[in-house]
């Protein structure tokens, strides 16, 4: 039987590890609730088969009684890891992000994904528990959309990311869904703010001027290929800072003050 090899990278929920020469495994913290490994893997199975460039499913394994998943080694530095060793090529790679998240909208939506609205609530409702009641407000501050639901990535940010030889690759689709595109783009757009990465480890390292400007040439971006304006993806954030709180991140307990203007 294949052994766990070394840890290859961190994340809010599992920790990625060598598994033989050509898979890595998919390791949840201890914190990580029962069965999130399998919604994963089964988000990214469906995904896989839209054609757009993420790694394969190869299987679940157990491991000291916990559930991990298989996936196909993807070899290359993730966006952010690039960024941070090319500073000055941060306006190219927020075009390039934008471009990539462009095709993940032009796939149909999938009607095994959950939908956006219904993840959104469940976080705002989990991040009223862990924080503030009051978020509970912003529930009906989701706005509704004119538009045909499309499929969204859920955390659409440089790490999750990898750049091969081959092209670019979108790993980590556990809060995949089918919904706005507006409101994927805004989630995106509040994770490339500056003052977020005083919030948590999802863009260690990075300078607030370096993702200012990435964030700039990814909006423009984006608004461009999607015919949106800022005007409407700033409707969202409220929403997507409050679903954010959810997260776990004991910093976030100060923001939801200062979103909702409490002590």
């Known amino acids: 039987m294949t052994s766990l090899g070394a840890p290859l990278a961190r994340g809010s929920r599992s920790v990625v590890h060598e598994w033989g020469s050509s898979a890595v495994a998919k390791v949840p913290l201890a914190s990580t609730p029962e069965g999130w490994i399998r919604f994963e893997a089964a988000y990214a199975a469906t995904v896989s088969q839209s054609g757009l460039p993420v790694p394969r499913v190869l299987g679940i394994e157990r491991l000291h009684g916990r ?8 070899d290359g530095p993730t966006m952010w890891d690039s960024l941070l060793s090319q500073p000055s090529s941060a306006e190219s790679f927020g075009e390039v992000l934008a471009e990539l ?3 993940v909208f032009a796939v149909a939506p999938l009607i095994s994904l959950p939908a956006q609205r219904t993840r959104l609530v469940t976080k705002l409702r989990e991040a009223s528990r862990r924080t503030h009641t009051e978020l509970l407000q912003l529930i009906d501050m989701v706005p509704i959309s004119n538009t045909p639901a499309v499929l969204c990535h859920g955390d659409f940010h440089p790490k999750n990311v990898m ?10 689709w556990f809060d995949a869904c089918r919904g706005s595109a507006v409101g994927d783009i805004a989630r995106s757009s509040l994770l490339l703010e500056g003052s977020q990465l005083e919030l948590g480890e999802h863009l260690p390292g990075g300078s607030s001027s370096v993702i200012e400007t ?3 040439h990814y909006l423009q971006r984006i608004c461009s290929l999607q015919q949106t304006t800022v005007h409407e993806i700033e409707r969202w954030r409220d929403v997507q800072q409050g679903a954010r709180l959810s997260e776990g991140v004991a910093q976030h307990i100060t923001a939801a003050g200062q979103l909702l203007n409490v002590d």
């Not at 559930?67 to 993807?74: T, W």
């Not at 750049?163 to 980590?172: E, N, S, Y």
Request: glycine share 4%.
């Open 67 to 74: 559930d991990i998943s298989i996936f196909e080694r993807i």
């Open 163 to 172: 750049l091969t030889k081959a092209g670019p690759v979108i790993v980590d």
């Open 101 to 103: 998240h462009h095709q």
């Open 214 to 216: 990435l964030r700039e």
